[in-house]
């Protein structure tokens, strides 16, 4: 069983990192990465909130950005309350966890990204997740504080023990892509349609890479599939440069 990486994206404030810590080791998890802390890393103040739960502090990853806290993950949620314009599998943190537990059982490693305390996640963050995350709250009051929600989903992966509904189980018998290999396809099939014109017209272009990157990031593609999408996109280049196209 590989328990789920919590990744904490650009918080703000240390003492947020420190309790988010605690709830973690509150039901057993340890495994922190943090992006992009606002007022660096380490942090005293998180040391001092986390009280007696340094140890996850210690052990924590420190990453420039998502892409690289999620590089080695086989599978990604992304925790927002907010509605996203974005078309993605939007779970419960139950399901979130119960999914967690079948892939972990699998040796697959799962990341939760969370997301900085004023704005949560953004779609730029939101576009690497394989789904999303919702806990049914107030609709008139979404917001919760960085601890509380990492608490949420260190409760739900704690509570469900062992049990794995079986429809997942299939899922985590799945070879999924890591979140690189997804990562290089996209970079891949940019590369290509770029030299195609197909970015066209120029000011839409950030906006349709976005969308191009939340789709290969939703899709959930196996180490073959995307074997097989570089290996289609190489022979039609060796086609057209051989047509003289």
Not at 160 to 183: H, I, K, N, W
């Amino acid at each position: 069983m590989i328990p789920p990486v919590f990744i904490l994206v650009r918080p703000q404030m240390g003492e947020n990192i420190g309790a988010a810590a605690r709830a973690m080791l509150n039901f057993g998890l340890e495994r922190m990465r943090v992006t992009g802390p606002r007022d660096g890393w380490p942090n005293p103040k998180a040391v001092a909130m986390a009280s007696g739960a340094g140890r996850v502090l210690d052990q924590a990853g420190l990453f420039a950005d998502v892409p690289g806290a999620i590089a080695d993950c086989d599978f990604v949620f992304a925790t927002t309350a907010r509605g996203r314009e974005l078309v993605k599998e939007i779970v419960t943190p139950e399901r979130a966890m119960a999914m967690a537990r079948a892939l972990g059982a699998e040796g697959k490693k799962v990341g939760v990204l969370f997301g900085p305390e004023r704005a949560g996640l953004e779609n730029d963050d939101i576009i690497h997740a394989n789904a999303i995350v919702t806990v049914p709250v107030n609709p008139e009051f979404p917001s919760l504080n960085l601890a509380q929600c990492v608490l949420l989903l260190g409760y739900e992966w704690q509570r469900q023990g062992a049990e794995v509904p079986a429809t997942v189980m299939e899922l985590a018998r799945t070879e999924f892509a890591s979140r690189e290999d997804v990562g290089r396809l996209a970079d891949h099939f940019e590369e290509r349609l770029d030299a195609a014109g197909f970015f066209f017209p120029e000011t839409k272009a950030e906006g349709m890479k976005s969308n191009l990157r939340n789709m290969w990031g939703r899709l959930g593609l196996t180490r073959a599939e995307v074997q097989t999408f570089h290996g289609m996109l190489r022979q039609i280049a060796w086609t057209l440069k051989n047509k003289g196209e």
